[in-house]
């Protein structure tokens, strides 16, 4: 039996690949943004032992990818409006 929280067993499977929030929303069953909400504690709550890594959303039409808040769910491109986005991608990976 699994004991982990779902918070503990997003940021194991963030140790292992990365994964946008979509995904992370597919293989555990929750709402997308409940996983922001658990991706943004991971983030804070980093010991040091692991870096936070995020690839920011990304415009599928246009490329722009210099969004003001890259843990956010845009639905817009700021550039050209387009609601072409790529999902922001999250990985943690250990220091040395």
Known sequence: MDTDTTREQIADALESEPATADELAEQFAIPTPQVYEHVR???????????????????????F??????????????????????GAAFLLEETT
């Open 65 to 86: 990818d210099d969004f003001d808040d890259p843990l956010g769910n845009p639905s817009k491109c700021p550039s050209c409006r387009s609601e072409a986005l790529e």
């Open 41 to 63: 504690h991971i983030a804070q709550s980093s010991d040091g032992s692991v870096e936070f890594l995020i690839a920011p959303p990304t415009c599928g039409d246009c490329g």
